[in-house]
T-cell receptor, first 116, second 113 residues
Framework: GENVEQHPSTLSVQEGDSAVIKCTYS??????FPWYKQELGKRPQLIID?????GEKKDQRIAVTLNKTAKHFSLHITETQPEDSAVYFC???????????????FGKGTHLIIQP | DAGVIQSPRHEVTEMGQEVTLRCKPI?????LFWYRQTMMRGLELLIY????????DSGMPEDRFSAKMPNASFSTLKIQPSEPRDSAVYFC???????????FGEGSRLTVL
């Protein structure tokens, strides 16, 4: 099955600086890579996703890059703000659009701390 | 829509007791997932259903765990007998056909003493 490794486990950055979280995956058949944000005591929520036919995707201060050859993908957050403090999870699946009967395999999460 | 609804939100029970967690997915979503979250193991996929049919239960830890989806609007995860190592937050999530996004419920926090 799929195995997703995520690092670092904890990341502390100054407010306004950038944060980068990296993930690797093992199954070359995976082609859908979402990122979820989980605030303390809350549910995980999708913030951005990328599919294997795209190398990079941006949404305001958030961007995700994908290198299928190396089997790794990264989340980039620019101009970090206090509300960015949370646990971020990467995930991978074979679902393409995710519409197939498949489940997401999650990384173990990165606790992002934004220092004022 | 109210989102994915899980109950109970919190459950404290003693070792050996039966635990039943419930989930109501978002109407119209055709896939349903059960995840378990712990500090040590992160978010683990236990089982998922597509159109009420269990597709992959390879993540279910052992025979003490079972899950059912009798119809499109209801699913249960049962642990019998429960053990202290089952203590975790159990999330249910649903997904509409043709998209990748999982919509998570608030979770059920289980503590087994």
């Amino acid at each position: 099955g799929e195995n997703v490794e995520q690092h670092p486990s904890t990341l502390s950055v100054q407010e306004g600086d950038s944060a980068v979280i990296k993930c690797t995956y093992s199954d070359s058949a995976s082609n859908y890579f979402p990122w979820y944000k989980q605030e303390l005591g809350k549910r995980p929520q999708l913030i951005i996703d990328i599919r294997s036919n795209v190398g990079e995707k941006k949404d305001q201060r958030i961007a995700v890059t994908l290198n299928k050859t190396a089997k790794h993908f990264s989340l980039h957050i620019t101009e970090t703000q206090p509300e960015d403090s949370a646990v971020y999870f990467c995930a991978a699946s074979e679902g393409g659009t995710g519409g197939g009967a498949d489940g997401l395999t999650f990384g173990k999460g990165t606790h992002l701390i934004i220092q004022p | 829509d109210a989102g994915v609804i899980q109950s109970p939100r919190h459950e404290v029970t003693e070792m050996g007791q039966e635990v039943t967690l419930r989930c109501k997915p978002i109407s119209g979503h055709n896939s349903l997932f059960w995840y378990r979250q712990t500090m040590m193991r992160g978010l683990e996929l236990l089982i998922y259903f597509n159109n009420n049919v269990p597709i992959d239960d390879s993540g279910m830890p052992e025979d003490r765990f079972s899950a059912k989806m009798p119809n499109a609007s209801f699913s249960t995860l049962k642990i019998q007998p429960s053990e202290p190592r089952d203590s975790a937050v159990y999330f249910c999530a649903s997904r509409p056909m043709g998209t990748g996004e999982l919509f998570f419920g608030e979770g059920s926090r289980l503590t087994v003493l």
